[in-house]
């Protein structure tokens, strides 16, 4: 992810002919000639910015802002996804030759603007931690209805729900977007009215706003799944996923407390015989098991976890496993390094991993967090059905 911003870094990091383009695109003019101005030179660039309109400056600085989040590899995935959702197969090769996530990232605001705010919605659910998604898989596969009125019917739905039941949520509106085979809903009801102090005309003023809270969707027909992001608004899920059923997937009557009851298969991995298969095409270089969690079958309030340095032998966490001479136990806790091949001259990329019984994970399901489910999944350890007992 993009680091935390500033001005200063956001013109070292961006080439002058990006930020020269930028300028000329908004038609700003900027006390700079950017033909004779050394690259990071940034203190000519933010001295002639301050010679600007506060209200310039802060139009300006809120975009560099949205260029800079985005100006990482994950941005760039994004930006690809939306690419290939409004079917712009040459927008990869494009992008591929412009040298710095930056320079990426400005050239796809400057010239493919109709992807940006999917890609912005994209990296944002990307970010959100796997704990705070809340998920139940036993939909029906059907087709997500995503006609305007179906999407104005939902975004009332939850706009009345959070204003009959809390008093907020007057207003709302829904955005759909498509990515990878998933739809995604971003809900925005309108939150409490609040107070800020902040900088009006060189005047320090108390305003009052009313900001919106979020609430997304992520439904995937070929699983029957949908996954619900509500901070603060656990309570809601239920109810969410409800107004979902009915206003999206046009059910009527949805059957509560469904969660998530598959469960990683973890006992495989300390099979003599075990490997992880990995398919040529994910780009996986190796995989290696760093730690281990065994909870004793005799007392499951026992544990024991194995940590040993895999990097210098890669059994190394199972030859100190062995030596243990352990009662018999389960495999809760496996932490596993996955190290992708290198591409030119740039360091090869590694993804440390907690996978945890019964089916927690810390990947998001894009980019190399993707690739390591499939990877997980064809070495048979992805969640699958619990046994009825």
Known sequence: ??????NQQFFRKTPNQYLAQYFAAKAVVLDV???????????AIQAALNKLAASQVAEIEA???NINALACECGAVALADEAEFHGDSAFVEEIAVIDGFHAKAMWAYLNKPKYWSGAAMFLHADNVSPSYWKKRNDLPSLAPHVDDEDIDSLAKAIGDYFFKKEGRGKNCIVEPYRRNHKEYFFAYPEDFAQTAIEWVGGSLKNQAHHPAFEVIFVYCE????LDVYAPKNTKAITDLQRLFAEHILKLQGLTEGAVDKRVYELAPVVDDDFEFKIDPELGIASVLVTKLRATLKQDKKQRVTIEADAHKDPEAVYSLLKALNLPPYFVT?????VTFEAIGNARAKTRSVNITYPNSCALNHDGNDLKIRQMLACSGLEPKAMDAD
């Not at 806790?333 to 390094?337: A, E, P, V």
């Open 1 to 6: 992810m993009a680091a935390q911003y500033s």
């Open 33 to 43: 000639n950017f033909d004779g101005l050394k690259e990071n030179n940034s203190n």
């Open 63 to 65: 975009e560099f802002q």
């Open 222 to 225: 070929a699983e029957g799944s």
């Open 333 to 337: 806790q496996l932490t596993i390094k």
